[in-house]
C-alpha cells in the first residue's frame, strides 16, 4: 500500500506492481505521445502535425502518401513529413518505422534583450585587404550565406548590390500566408526568388534581430560606408522561421532549403542560426539534430553555425552523480501553467540503478508533507516500444479537485527522457525529487527558459544540491559535434547614437574583450566540448529596419541613422558564418569537420580566455577567440588550379604559377635515356643522373630540376649545372608519401619521374 499525508488525512492506493521485463525502445517521444492521448478521437483525422520520421526512405514515402500526408523530403533514413493523427497512429504498427518525433520547444532569439571595432577584434582588416601575405582580398564571393532568424530589411542598403538589386538570391518567410507565392514543396509560407524581390513583389515583415544578424554576417555597408560584415560579397538566402510550436520542423526545413538554393547555384553555404531552444537532453540524439546531422555529412561545402544562448546569469542545470548516496532538489510550481514539473535526462547505464520519489514540502518546516512511492526505471516502466506511462491521483485538496502525479518515460538510443508533472489547482508547495542508489542524471528547468518549473536554490535541508550554469547552451543542434556552437566576449563599450549622445554599452565586472555576461557555458551532456569558439557579441553594430532609420527616440540607434547596436551570442554566431564563408570562398570543397579544426586551431586565445579556466578548450570559450586571418591563411594552399594542366590538383586553392605543368613537346627516348634516379623508393636523398652528351643541345642557363608533391605544390627547385653529370638532392625533412621530380626548360619538360618516399 502507499501512504499519502497531507493536512492529517490518510489515503491508501494500491501499490504498483513490480515488473522487471525486456525494454523495448520507444518508437515515440513523449510530447507525441501526449498529444496522441490528448487529442479527442474525432478530431485525428483532421489534425496534422509536422513530424521527422526515421526509418526506410521510400516505404515513409509509400506511406504517408497514401495517407493522405505530405512528404517533404529525406536524408539517409531520416524524413520531414505531415501526418494527421489517424495516420501517425497507423505509422506506429508500420514495421519499417524506428522513430518518429514531435517536439513543441519553445524558440527564442539569442540577442540578450560593426563595425570596425568587430572588425579589429575578429582580425577582419587584412583578410579584406588581401594583406598580411593573403594573395588577395577574401569577401566571401562566390559563397552563399543563409540566414535563419525572424525576419529581414531586405530593403537595406546593405543588402543591396550596387545597381540596387537585392543580394538576397531567395527568401521564404514560413509564416507568410500570400497565396500567390506560396511554398509548394514545403506545403507552408511564402517564397521569394531574387527577380521577384527586385519586382517588390516580396510581402515578408521585416524584424530587427533578422536584420541586425544579416548585416554582421555579410553586409556590404553601401547604406553609410560603415558597419560592413564579415563576407560583404557573398550571396544571400534567408529564412523567416516560425517561432511556434512547429519551429523545430520549420528549422530543419530551413536547413534543407538553403542548403538545396545553394546546391542549385553551384555554391558552397554557410549557414547561420541565433535562434534556439534550451529544452532537450542536450546530447544531439533527437531526430531534428540527426537530420541536420545527415544534411551536413551528405556533401562538403556545408556549415551550420549556432549561437550558444545567454543563459549565463541562470542557474537552472542541475546534474546528480550518486555512489550509493542520497540527492535532493526542490521545485516551484510553475506560475502560469499551474503545474509543478521538469524532465530528466540520463544515459540508460548511469540510471538504472537510481530510485526516484517525490515529496510535497512544508517550506516551514522543511518536512515532507505527502510523498509518493520509490520508482525504478526499470521496475516501474514498461516501454515495449512505446512511451512508458504511469498516473495517479495523489489526493483531493480542500476544494475537492485532484493532486494528479503523472510520469512519461521515454527510451531512445542508449537514454532516457523522464517527464515529471504534478497536477493541482491549488499550490500545496514546492516538490522534492529525491533520489538514491548509483548514477548520474541531469535537469535543465526553468520557467524563462525550458518553459518548465524553477529549481530553487539554498535549501536548509540535507543532501541539498544547488543547481548551476554549466551545461546551459540551447540544446538539440547546438550539442552537435557537426554544428559550430559560438560564445560571445564583450566587443565595445561606447556608441555615438543618432541624438549625437553617448551612450555607455559596458557591464560592469565584464570588461571589454572578456566573456560576456550573458554567454552560456558547456558542455553538452555528453561531455561534448562547447562552445566550439567565441567571438565578440557583446554590444554589436549592425543593420536595422528601415522603420527605426533616424528614431531619434531610440537610444541605441547608431548616428548614420541606419545601424543599431545589440548585444547576445545572436550577434556572435554570424561573425563565424561569415569567417566560414570566407573559408570557404578560399576552399569550397571544405567540409564542416575540416572548417571545425581550421577553427579551432586557428583561433586566438589571451588572458581573459585563460581568466575561468587555465587550459584550453574550456567551457566558457571553446578553443578561444575568432581569428578571421589566421583562419583564412590557414586554408591557403598553392599549387597548380588550371584543370589543363598535367599537375592539376583539385585541392590547391590558390595558383602557383611556376607549380602548373604542361605537355611540351619532348622526346620520350630523353626521359628514358639521359636521366636515371637513384634510389627510387628512397628515404632521404635521391641521386640524379644524365648524359651530359645528349643533353648538351637542350641545357641552357634555364634548365632546372624541380619536385612537387602530388597537390602540385613546388617543395624545392635547383639549377642543374652543365659541367656535372649528377646531383644529390636532400628530401629527409619531407614526409613519407608520392612526389614527382621534373627537369625543364623555359620551352619543354626534359624529364618526369615519380618518386616514391618511405
Known amino acids: 500500500m502507499l501512504i499519502f499525508t497531507k493536512t492529517g488525512q490518510y489515503i491508501f492506493l494500491l501499490l504498483l506492481s513490480v515488473q522487471v521485463l525486456a525494454q523495448k525502445q520507444s518508437k515515440l517521444n513523449i510530447?507525441?505521445?501526449?498529444?496522441?492521448?490528448?487529442?479527442?478521437?474525432?478530431?485525428?483525422d483532421t489534425t496534422y502535425l509536422p513530424i521527422l520520421i526515421k526509418g526506410d526512405l521510400s516505404s515513409i514515402q509509400s506511406f504517408v502518401e497514401a495517407n493522405k500526408g505530405t512528404y517533404k523530403y529525406g536524408v539517409k533514413n531520416i524524413a520531414s513529413a505531415e501526418l494527421s493523427l489517424s495516420g501517425i497512429r497507423s505509422l506506429l504498427q508500420q514495421p519499417f518505422l524506428q522513430r518518429m518525433e514531435y517536439r513543441d520547444a519553445p524558440a527564442m532569439n539569442l540577442s540578450y534583450d560593426e563595425d570596425s571595432v568587430m572588425l579589429q577584434n575578429n582580425k577582419v582588416l587584412d583578410v579584406h585587404a588581401g594583406g598580411a601575405g593573403l594573395p588577395y582580398p577574401f569577401k566571401g564571393e562566390g559563397v552563399m550565406v543563409g540566414i535563419i532568424d525572424d525576419g529581414f530589411e531586405y530593403k537595406h542598403p546593405d543588402f543591396l548590390n550596387n545597381d540596387l538589386g537585392s543580394r538576397i538570391k531567395n527568401l521564404w518567410d514560413q509564416t507568410s500566408t500570400n497565396p500567390n507565392y506560396f511554398e509548394s514543396f514545403y506545403g507552408y509560407g511564402a517564397s521569394w526568388t531574387n527577380s521577384e524581390i527586385d519586382s517588390f513583389k516580396c510581402t515578408q515583415a521585416p524584424n530587427s534581430h533578422g536584420s541586425h544578424v544579416m548585416g554582421t554576417a555579410a553586409g556590404n555597408a553601401r547604406a553609410s560606408g560603415k558597419y560592413i560584415g564579415i563576407a560583404p560579397l557573398a550571396d544571400l538566402a534567408a529564412v523567416r522561421i516560425s517561432t511556434g510550436s512547429s519551429f523545430l520542423a520549420g528549422f530543419v526545413d530551413a536547413v534543407h532549403y538553403l542548403f538545396e538554393k545553394a546546391d542549385i547555384n553551384g555554391q558552397p553555404c554557410s549557414?547561420?542560426?541565433?535562434?534556439g531552444a534550451y529544452t532537450s537532453g542536450h546530447d544531439g540524439l533527437d531526430l531534428y539534430s540527426q537530420l541536420i546531422d545527415l544534411m551536413l555529412d551528405e556533401k562538403s561545402g556545408r556549415a551550420l553555425s549556432q549561437a550558444a544562448g545567454n543563459a549565463r546569469t541562470y542557474d537552472f542545470h542541475y546534474q546528480a552523480s550518486l555512489q550509493n548516496t542520497i540527492s535532493k532538489l526542490w521545485f516551484q510550481r510553475h506560475t502560469v501553467r499551474l503545474k509543478t514539473h521538469f524532465k530528466i535526462y540520463a544515459d540508460t547505464s548511469n540510471f538504472n540503478q537510481v530510485n526516484f520519489s517525490l515529496q510535497c514540502m512544508d517550506p516551514s518546516t522543511l518536512q515532507p508533507v505527502a510523498q509518493t512511492a520509490i520508482f525504478n526505471i526499470l521496475q516501474n516502466f514498461t516501454f515495449n516500444g512505446s512511451v512508458a506511462q504511469l498516473s495517479q491521483v495523489l489526493w483531493y485538496d480542500a476544494l475537492g479537485f485532484p493532486v494528479e502525479l503523472e510520469i512519461y518515460a521515454d527510451q531512445y538510443e542508449d537514454s532516457y527522457e523522464i517527464y515529471v508533472s504534478i497536477n493541482s489547482f491549488s499550490d500545496v508547495g514546492p516538490w522534492q525529487l529525491t533520489t538514491t542508489g548509483t548514477g548520474t542524471f541531469d535537469i535543465w528547468s526553468n520557467e524563462s527558459?525550458?518553459?518548465?518549473?524553477?529549481?530553487?536554490?539554498?535549501?536548509?535541508?540535507?543532501?541539498?544540491?544547488?543547481p548551476d550554469n554549466e551545461q546551459t547552451i540551447v540544446g538539440f543542434w547546438t550539442c552537435s559535434d557537426k554544428v559550430f556552437t559560438v560564445a560571445s566576449y564583450q566587443n565595445r563599450d561606447f556608441m555615438v547614437n543618432y541624438k549625437h549622445d553617448t551612450v555607455a554599452l559596458y557591464t560592469n565586472a565584464y570588461p571589454k574583450l572578456g566573456i560576456s555576461f550573458f554567454s552560456s557555458l558547456g558542455p553538452s551532456r555528453k561531455g561534448l566540448q562547447k562552445p566550439d569558439i567565441t567571438a565578440p557579441g557583446g554590444q554589436v553594430m549592425s543593420a536595422s529596419t528601415i522603420s527605426y532609420m533616424r528614431d531619434t527616440n531610440n537610444t541605441y540607434l547608431d548616428e548614420d541613422g541606419w545601424h543599431i547596436s545589440n548585444r547576445g551570442t545572436s550577434m556572435a554566431a554570424p561573425m563565424v558564418a561569415g569567417a566560414v564563408a570566407l573559408y570557404l570562398e578560399c576552399k569550397p570543397y571544405a567540409d564542416y569537420a575540416d572548417i571545425k579544426n581550421a577553427l579551432n586551431n586557428?583561433?586566438?586565445?589571451?588572458?581573459?580566455?585563460?581568466?575561468?579556466v587555465f587550459s584550453i578548450p574550456n567551457i566558457h570559450w571553446g578553443y578561444g577567440k575568432l581569428d578571421v586571418y589566421e583562419l583564412v591563411k590557414s586554408c591557403i594552399i598553392y599549387g597548380c588550379t588550371d584543370t589543363t594542366a598535367l599537375n592539376y590538383s583539385p585541392f590547391a586553392t590558390v595558383l602557383d604559377s611556376n607549380a602548373c605543368l604542361y605537355q611540351y613537346t619532348a622526346s620520350s627516348n630523353l626521359i628514358d635515356e639521359a636521366f636515371k634516379v637513384y634510389p627510387n623508393p628512397f628515404n632521404k636523398s635521391i641521386l640524379l643522373e644524365y648524359n651530359y652528351s645528349k643533353l648538351s643541345t637542350n641545357l641552357n642557363a634555364n634548365t632546372e630540376v624541380c619536385i612537387y608533391n602530388t597537390l602540385g605544390q613546388l617543395l624545392l627547385r635547383r639549377p642543374i649545372d652543365k659541367a656535372e653529370y649528377s646531383m644529390r638532392i636532400p628530401l629527409d625533412k619531407y614526409p613519407k608519401g608520392s612526389y614527382w621530380l621534373i627537369v625543364k626548360t623555359a620551352q619543354q619538360i626534359l624529364c618526369r619521374k615519380a618518386l616514391l618516399k618511405h
Open 449 to 466: 527558459t525550458t518553459g518548465t518549473s524553477n529549481i530553487l536554490k539554498n535549501i536548509p535541508v540535507p543532501d541539498y544540491k544547488n
Open 602 to 612: 586557428s583561433a586566438a586565445y589571451d588572458n581573459f580566455v585563460l581568466q575561468q
Open 31 to 44: 510530447e507525441l505521445f501526449r498529444v496522441l492521448q490528448t487529442v479527442a478521437d474525432q478530431a485525428y
Open 271 to 275: 549557414i547561420n542560426s541565433s535562434v
